[in-house]
C-alpha cells in the first residue's frame, strides 16, 4: 500500500534508507535538501501487510524516483501509480526498475552505473582550480555544446541551474586552462553536495585537448578536495569511456542504474 508522507514522517524514510544512501542518492539527497513541505518534491512510503516499509517512491518535478532496499516491493502497485503521473523519466537501481518495468510498457529502458570512489588513483593536476562564479559562463559555454551533458537544456537554462547550485553551496566547480591561451581545458563539478556527500556531475574536456588525460586529472583534483572534507564521492557514467575513466581514477561500481524514458 503507497501512503503519501508529511514533513514529519520524513524520518522514516531516511532511518529506512540509513547508509544505503549510494544506491538512492537522488531521493537522500532532494529529501535532505528540499525535505516535504516542498511544492515541487513529494514522497510516498510502500507498505507491506504487516506494516513493514518495502519501497519509496518520490517525485520531483516530473521525475519519479525508486528504492527499495531488499527489492522487495510491490512492482504492480507502483508501476500502476507511475503510469497515472505519467512522468518523462523514472530512476533507480537497475533490479528495481526491472521489477517495476514488467508492467511499464512503452517506455525505453538506459542503463548506467552508480559508482563511488574508494581511493584515488591518479595525481591531480595541481593548476586546476575551483571556479569563481564569474567563471561559470565560460564554463557552461563549453557544457552546453555537448550533446550528453548540456544541449539537452540549453545555455540559459544550464547556467541557471549551475548558478544556484554555486551560490547556495550545493555544487562546485574545478577548471584547467590552457598557459598559453587561458582557454579551460577541462571541468569536472559536483552535480549536488551535502555534508556527508557529493555527486560528481559535468565531467567534460574540451574537443581539441581530448586524449592527453585532462579529465582524469581535473577530475582527480575536485574528487581530493571532497574527499579531504570527509564526504564519500559518488557518479554516475553511462558510457565506455566514462566508465574507463572512473575506474582509472578510482571508483568502483555500486551497482547498475536505469532510467525509464518515455
Not at 507498505?47 to 513493514?52: F, L, M, T
Not at 517525485?59 to 525508486?66: A, D, R, T
Not at 574508494?118 to 575551483?130: E, F, G, H, R
Not at 564526504?231 to 569511456?241: G, L, M, N, R, T
Request: aromatic fraction near 12%.
Amino acid at each position: 500500500m503507497l501512503i503519501e508522507c508529511k514533513e514529519n514522517e520524513k524520518s522514516k524514510i531516511l532511518d529506512y534508507i540509513g547508509k544505503d544512501y549510494g544506491k538512492c542518492l537522488y531521493i537522500f539527497i532532494d529529501l535532505c535538501k528540499y525535505g516535504l513541505d516542498n511544492e515541487n518534491f513529494n514522497a510516498w512510503i510502500q507498505y507491506n501487510d504487516k506494516s513493514e516499509i518495502i519501497a519509496v517512491v518520490t517525485e520531483y518535478y516530473k521525475g519519479i524516483q525508486i528504492y527499495s532496499k531488499d527489492v522487495n516491493l510491490d512492482a504492480k502497485e507502483i508501476a500502476e501509480f507511475v503510469l497515472r503521473k505519467n512522468p518523462p523519466v523514472t530512476l533507480g537501481m537497475k533490479e528495481t526498475i526491472d521489477k517495476v518495468r514488467e508492467y511499464m510498457p512503452g517506455y525505453e529502458e538506459e542503463l548506467g552505473t552508480v559508482g563511488q570512489l574508494k581511493q584515488l588513483q591518479v595525481t591531480s593536476n595541481p593548476k586546476a582550480y575551483s571556479a569563481s562564479v564569474e567563471e561559470l559562463k565560460e564554463i557552461v559555454e563549453i557544457l552546453a555544446e555537448d550533446e550528453g551533458i548540456g544541449k539537452p537544456y540549453g545555455f540559459d537554462s544550464l547556467y541557471q541551474q549551475y548558478k544556484e547550485r554555486k551560490e547556495e553551496n550545493f555544487g562546485r566547480n574545478f577548471i584547467l586552462r590552457d598557459e598559453e591561451t587561458n582557454e579551460i581545458v577541462c571541468h569536472a563539478g559536483t552535480y549536488a553536495e551535502l555534508p556527508e556527500l557529493a555527486v560528481i556531475g559535468g565531467v567534460i574536456t574540451s574537443p581539441k585537448y581530448r586524449g592527453k588525460g585532462y579529465s582524469k586529472e581535473t577530475l582527480a583534483a575536485i574528487c581530493e578536495e571532497l574527499l579531504h572534507e570527509g564526504k564519500d564521492v559518488f557518479s554516475f557514467y553511462y558510457i565506455p569511456s566514462a566508465t574507463k575513466m572512473h575506474q582509472g581514477v578510482g571508483f568502483e561500481k555500486i551497482g547498475d542504474w536505469a532510467k525509464l524514458i518515455k
